[in-house]
Nanobody, 122 residues
C-alpha cells in the first residue's frame, strides 16, 4: 500500500490544521493506519491511531487532536486544534498490522508516506 500525507503548513499557535493520509489500495480497510511525527533531532513518535474501532492518542495531543478514517475513500484524517509550537514536526502516516501492544511503535508499521511538515509559530 502506498500512502500520501498532505495538509501541513505554517500556522500560529492556537490555530488548526487537518492532515489527510490517502492510500492507494482497495485493501486499505485491512490495515491499521497511524499518525506519527518527527521533530528535528528527535525520534519518530506516535501521535494517534484508530485501532479496531477505537482511537488512541499520545498524551501530548489528547483533547486537541482527533483521528478518523474513511474506508470508502481510503483516507485517514488527523484534525489538529489548539496547535502549540511543540507540535512542530514532519507528520507521517504509517500502515501495517500491529497488535495492541505495538500500535505506538513505528516498527509496527511497514508502509510509510513521505510526510507533511507542520510548523507552529509562537
Amino acid at each position: 500500500v502506498q500512502l500520501q500525507a498532505s495538509g501541513g503548513g505554517l500556522v500560529q499557535a492556537g490555530d488548526s490544521l487537518r492532515l489527510s493520509c490517502a492510500a492507494s489500495e482497495r485493501t486499505f480497510s485491512g490495515y491499521t493506519v497511524a499518525w506519527f511525527r518527527q521533530a528535528p533531532g528527535k525520534e519518530r513518535e506516535f501521535v494517534a491511531v484508530v485501532f479496531r474501532g477505537r482511537t488512541y492518542y499520545d498524551e501530548s495531543v489528547k483533547g486537541r487532536f482527533a483521528v478518523s478514517r474513511d474506508n470508502a475513500k481510503n483516507l485517514v484524517n488527523l484534525q489538529m486544534d489548539s496547535l502549540k509550537p511543540e507540535d512542530t514536526a514532519v507528520y507521517y502516516c504509517g500502515a501495517g498490522h500491529p497488535i495492541l501492544s505495538t500500535i505506538r511503535n513505528p516498527l509496527g508499521y511497514g508502509h510509510w508516506g513521505q510526510g507533511t511538515l507542520v510548523t507552529v509559530s509562537s
